[in-house]
């Protein structure tokens, strides 16, 4: 995605940007958009006319006001409102901090801290299985402990 420091914004697009926001839209004080938005809830604008770049509008409002974004961050919406494009609502950070903090499964299961038994996944009771999968060892013991018993009273 293109950032606003590679293109000419001029003061017409500042004020067309800023007629598309609604700031206080609700009690965490985001700043709503009411133009185009994504499927997946994203404010876009378009820089340059018809024709120009589509951007996603938090990114161009944040730079604007508050500087450039390191090319190899995310915006991460603290508010987690993705229609959201008050600057101080974003914070740069890595994409996988920004994957991490969101409301997926990837991010339910790394925020999970023991096994479905109650063992603690940390460094001395996981292994990490080729597929990037988590095992508790203790778990896994108790199984194979199981295994070897059940084959030894069927030999």
């Not at 109650?118 to 990037?132: E, K, M, V």
């Amino acid at each position: 995605m293109p950032l606003v420091s590679d293109l000419e914004i001029t003061e017409k697009d500042v004020k067309r940007i800023l007629s598309k926001v609604i700031k206080d839209v609700n009690p965490q004080g985001c700043w709503g958009w009411t133009d185009i938005l994504s499927k997946d809830g994203y404010a876009y604008i378009s820089i340059g006319g018809r024709k120009g770049k589509k951007l996603l509008a938090h990114r161009v409002l944040y730079e604007l006001f508050i500087g450039e974004i390191p090319t190899d961050m995310d915006l991460d919406h603290l508010c987690r409102n993705r229609f959201c494009v008050r600057p101080e609502h974003q914070e740069p950070v890595t994409r996988q901090t920004n994957l991490l903090r969101g409301e997926t499964l990837t991010a339910l299961h790394a925020s999970t801290t023991h096994c479905p038994q109650g063992h603690p996944y940390d460094i001395f009771n996981t292994r990490i299985t080729s597929d990037g999968r988590r095992v508790c060892k203790i778990c896994n013991n108790i199984i194979h402990s199981r295994e070897r018993r059940a084959k030894c009273l069927h030999c």
